[in-house]
């Protein structure tokens, strides 16, 4: 993996970059693929943060039909993003923010889904990316090629310049020596530099999250909608453990001495078979227990789970999903204004959060009419509509 020191020193440009975002960011990812650093042994993960970002998708998208009417080339293109966008939302919410890039590709208009940790930022306006650098690799045989794209954006002069820059080295993990594009067959026909006139904003769209960044307050990227919930998550992860190993532990058995039992050839006790967890023996002669005794002990399910169910109301009070969502409606009682309350942060959180998605989707529109004019596949533009 190259690190943006490697791309500032390459391209000599300054990207933003901060350690604590770093680390938060590396946070998220673990916590979205359940593999946090407390999901180690008997603690397992109850893949809380990817089902609270699946929620915010299905929440985000579930009231809205979004299309692109006007021009049948732009509308035919923009209606096979539909299917992708609650994957796009979903890793948003989980990550903070995404850039979404669209470009031509045999007379098609695809997209890539640019998730915080492939791209370098170099530049913010107004609380969005307007400069930003790509990067891409493939391993050819020995070699590891990298590709750098590096979109810069020039509101003045209503210009996007797009820089490619190819390098071939030995390892994954750095850039090694500038080469030729051609010598890597899938960019062999690409452009090392290509400006883009008329244009009045970048030609990707970045879709954040609508919250103040906690980590750093200057910082412009987006935070995780589980930021506030991170430590919660994992004591949600430590309590099912708790609860398992009260199932696990107070598994009946009998305790029963040897010699109840028929030896096998190596002196061991013959035990019932498909039963052999359920028989724990002793050597009589080591105890004063009698020849056979029950262990069935009772189990504090009730107050565990009470327990567990408490802390998914706090991670939804932390997140702004109403109570429910994760914890057993049932278990305790809400009072009408508490259940309003709930409904109501919720509410607002998912309307927060589908402004923000509505005004990159109206960015991401204007870059396919944009490219469809430029390659000449249409000559008007379409408008969003979202029902």
Not at 61 to 72: F, K, P, Q, R, V
Not at 159 to 182: A, E
Not at 280 to 297: H, L, M, N
Request: charge should be negative.
């Amino acid at each position: 993996m190259i690190s943006a020191e490697m791309v500032s020193s390459a391209l000599k440009v300054q990207t933003i970059n901060n350690s604590e975002m770093k680390e938060s960011v590396q946070r998220w990812s673990d916590l979205y693929k359940n593999s946090a650093s407390w999901n180690n042994g008997r603690v397992i993960s109850l893949c809380l943060a990817s089902a609270i970002s699946r929620e915010f998708s299905r929440l985000v998208l579930a009231e809205n039909e979004i299309s692109a009417i006007g021009d049948d080339y732009v509308s035919m293109q923009f209606e096979k993003l539909r299917p992708k966008l609650p994957v796009m939302v979903e890793q948003a919410c989980a990550m903070g923010g995404i850039i979404i890039k669209p470009y031509l590709s045999n007379g098609r208009i695809c997209v890539d889904a640019v998730l915080p940790v492939s791209f370098f930022a170099v530049n913010f306006s107004e609380d969005t990316v307007t400069a930003a650098v790509f990067p891409e690799q493939l391993v050819i045989g020995k070699n590891c090629y990298t590709r750098l794209e590096f979109h810069q954006f020039d509101p003045k002069k209503r210009v996007c310049i797009i820089r490619n820059q190819c390098y071939r080295s030995n390892s994954v993990d750095s850039l090694g020596s500038l080469c030729s594009l051609s010598e890597v067959p899938n960019w062999s026909g690409m452009q090392a530099v290509t400006v883009l006139e008329n244009v009045d904003r970048p030609l990707f769209a970045y879709f954040k999250m609508p919250f103040a960044n906690i980590i750093d307050y200057e910082n412009p990227f987006g935070i995780s909608v589980y930021e506030n919930a991170v430590e919660l998550i994992h004591q949600a992860d430590a309590q099912w453990e708790r609860i398992l190993w009260e199932f696990e532990s107070g598994e009946r058995a009998i305790d029963a001495t040897e010699d109840i039992f028929r030896y096998n050839q190596n002196g061991k006790p013959i035990l019932p078979k498909g039963r052999e967890r359920m028989f724990r023996t002793y050597d009589i002669q080591a105890t004063e227990k009698p020849f056979i005794e029950t262990f069935s002990p009772e189990i504090r399910d009730i107050s565990l789970f009470n327990g567990l169910n408490r802390i998914f109301q706090r991670i939804e009070f932390n997140c702004g999903l109403a109570y429910g969502t994760l914890s057993d409606p049932q278990t305790v009682e809400k009072t009408a204004e508490e259940i309003r309350a709930s409904k109501q942060r919720s509410y607002t959180q998912i309307s927060s959060i589908q402004r923000n998605f509505e005004f990159t989707l109206e960015n991401l529109l204007y870059i396919y009419n944009y490219y469809s004019r430029y390659f000449g596949l249409s000559k008007s533009d379409a408008v969003l509509s979202c029902v």
